[in-house]
Each structure stands twice: as structure tokens, then as C-alpha cells.
Nanobody, 126 residues
Framework: QLQFVESGGGLVQPGGSLKLSCVAD????????VAWFRQAPGKEREGVAC????????NYADFVKGRFTVSKDNAKNTAFLQMNNLNPEDSAVYSC???????????????????WGQGTQVTVPS
């Protein structure tokens, strides 16, 4: 069974930081692009960031640029989302997702990602 196992969510004060991790289980992350999404109560899921198969290229939603950093460590089969300067609007369930990719240095949050993590809650109180 192919899956992502997420960790790292929690409660953090405004201005604080969290680092989310996703470990690929049953597949090799070397061949996959990875994206992070979030969904807040009553809102649609939105793309946050993505990183290419090689890890060399990343893209970000405007609302996280300069605050969040996406990365992947293929040797550890793990993807990360470092989140800094968090604010209450960042509160949501964050999920990672992967898609097989033949392109080394491209990623798009609009792709149809195949494998998803279970989601982890991030809460930033107002």
C-alpha cells in the first residue's frame, strides 16, 4: 500500500514556526513531485507549495511566499514544509501529496496528485 505519513502539526502562537514532514511509505520519492495543500473549516482546499522531482524547483502560493519553504530529501524519502511567521489565517489541516513525474525540475500545484497523506492540524490562535 502506497501512502504518506505526516507529522509535525500542532498549536503555535502567532509569529511562531512549525515544520511538517511527510514520509513516503511504499514508493520512492525520487520519482515524484510533492505538493502541500491546506483546508480550513468551511473553505475549499488550496495549494500551498510544491517541489519538483529533483527538489531543485519549488513554487508557492502568494499568501505563503517568503514565509514557507518546501523541500524534499530523496535519500530519506521525506518531504518537508517549513512554516515561519505563522498567523491565524494559516490555521488549517495540511496535507502532502505526490505525483509521479518525468520532469526533473517542474512542479505545479494544479496537477492531479495521486498519493495523499492523512493530514495534520495546524492551529494558530488569534
Amino acid at each position: 500500500q502506497l501512502q504518506f505519513v505526516e507529522s509535525g502539526g500542532g498549536l503555535v502562537q502567532p509569529g511562531g514556526s512549525l515544520k511538517l514532514s511527510c514520509v513516503a511509505d511504499g514508493f520512492t520519492l525520487n520519482y515524484y513531485a510533492v505538493a502541500w495543500f491546506r483546508q480550513a473549516p468551511g473553505k475549499e482546499r488550496e495549494g500551498v507549495a510544491c517541489v519538483s522531482r529533483s527538489g531543485l524547483t519549488s513554487n508557492y502560493a502568494d499568501f505563503v511566499k517568503g514565509r514557507f519553504t518546501v523541500s524534499k530529501d530523496n535519500a530519506k524519502n521525506t518531504a518537508f514544509l517549513q512554516m515561519n511567521n505563522l498567523n491565524p489565517e494559516d490555521s488549517a489541516v495540511y496535507s502532502c501529496a505526490a505525483i509521479p513525474s518525468t520532469v526533473e525540475a517542474v512542479c505545479r500545484m494544479s496537477w492531479a496528485y495521486s498519493y495523499w497523506g492523512q493530514g495534520t492540524q495546524v492551529t494558530v490562535p488569534s
